[in-house]
């Protein structure tokens, strides 16, 4: 069983998926109790949480209600018209209980059960079979995070780090959650930028990782105690591998300012593995490597290394309610891709035994920004 396969099937051990299941036995008790043996419609809670909990919910409801209220669509019935939303620390149902065909009112209902904010819930999606040459196993995806992500990256299987524009936050993967561990400001003061970017560069042996975004005077080196972030360092350019200066923004932008290890001129994204990185133009390259030529070789402003010659990458188009993640190898002269919802902000990619995790940071036509999950494995 893969990584992300292996969190999609503990759905009964993690805490959102209890209380959701909670939250169930609540619904059935009340709409038990108000049928008082009359046949009743039940039909989806319409969301108000931004993820697809309302169908969820529909699920688990269902079978609490078998052998103790007939369901039914026609005939004389109550029908029963809800909505599910988060509010605060609460995840509360609510309900108007008509008598059918008369449509005379018999009862309004609510219930709630208690949610824990630091959860992110991981709802999963369709995997779908992936792309020239690679196979996406598990996909999920977490409702709106409140904040700019501007960079993502993985230091180890479970955790994920997701650098905001103000602030770096450390989330593990907790059955169908990402639990949010240690949040931290960003050391000001903050510039304001219309497009900010943001560079993370993770050292799991040292359990640190550096981050920079374009709003931050300097850039800051963290360290993890148990499951704490803690601030260790500061410096003026974050130490990249193959750039002896390191890497900085210019100012006022989401550029980064490069000088040395083959690279001239600013960029729009690098990953350090490999030496790829994406120039100021949309052009990708690796350091060292002659310079692909053709449209097929451009990308947006995003990089991640899944296998050893194989880039995720951003795609360069204008931004849109949809996006496609671009898959590159070192020979490839087009791209194979995966559609996406949101425009691609931010990736990390990370092996894992065989197989290979895939984060990106989704910016949706509102501005609200969610995270998507995917396992993938190349095609033999």
Not at 36 to 43: D, Q
Not at 95 to 117: C, K, Y
Not at 348 to 363: D, K, P, T, W
Request: charged share 20%; hydrophobic share 45%.
């Amino acid at each position: 069983m893969g990584a992300l396969a292996a969190v999609l099937v503990l759905a009964a051990a993690a805490t959102p998926a209890s209380s959701l299941g909670r939250l169930a036995d609540a619904v059935a008790g009340e709409i038990v109790r108000v049928s008082a043996g009359r046949a009743v419609e039940f039909s989806p809670p319409e969301d108000h949480t931004g993820t697809s909990l309302g169908l969820d919910l529909d699920a688990l409801v269902r079978p609490r209600l078998e052998g103790r209220v007939r369901l039914t669509s026609s005939g004389p019935r109550l029908s029963v018209s809800s909505s599910v939303a988060a509010l605060g620390t609460r995840l509360v149902w609510s309900a108007r209980v008509v008598e059918e065909p008369s449509a005379a009112l018999v009862d309004v209902l609510s219930v709630s059960s208690s949610w824990d904010p630091a959860l992110l819930p991981l709802i999963p999606g369709r995997a779908g079979s992936g792309a020239e040459g690679v196979d996406v196993l598990d996909r999920a995806i977490t409702p709106e995070v409140e904040g700019r992500i501007v960079a993502l990256a993985f230091l180890g299987d479970e955790r994920l780090l997701v650098l905001f524009d103000d602030a770096l936050a450390l989330y593990r993967r907790d059955g169908l959650a990402l639990r949010l561990e240690s949040r931290r400001e960003l050391p000001g003061p903050l510039a304001g930028v219309r497009f900010p970017g943001g560079v993370l560069l993770a050292a799991e042996s040292e359990s640190a990782c550096w981050a920079l975004t374009s709003r931050t005077p300097r850039a800051v080196l963290y360290s993890l105690d148990g499951n704490r972030l803690t601030a260790t360092h500061q410096a003026d350019a974050v130490p990249w591998p193959r750039v002896p200066a390191g890497v900085r923004f210019r100012p006022g932008t989401n550029l980064l300012e490069v000088a040395g290890g083959g690279i001239d001129g600013p960029v729009l994204a690098m990953e350090p593995e490999e030496g790829w990185v994406v120039g100021a133009e949309g052009a990708l390259a690796r350091v060292g490597a002659p310079d692909p030529s053709g449209p097929d070789r451009r990308a947006g402003p995003a990089l991640a290394r899944l296998w050893p010659g194989l880039i995720a990458a951003a795609s360069p188009d204008a931004p849109s309610e949809h996006d496609r993640i671009l898959l590159f190898r070192d020979a490839d002269a087009a791209a194979a891709s995966l559609s996406v919802e949101g425009a691609v902000r931010a990736l990390a990619g990370r092996r894992h035994g065989a197989n290979a995790l895939l984060a990106a940071a989704l910016e949706g036509a509102g501005g609200g920004f969610r995270i998507a999950l995917f396992e993938m494995a190349q095609r033999k």
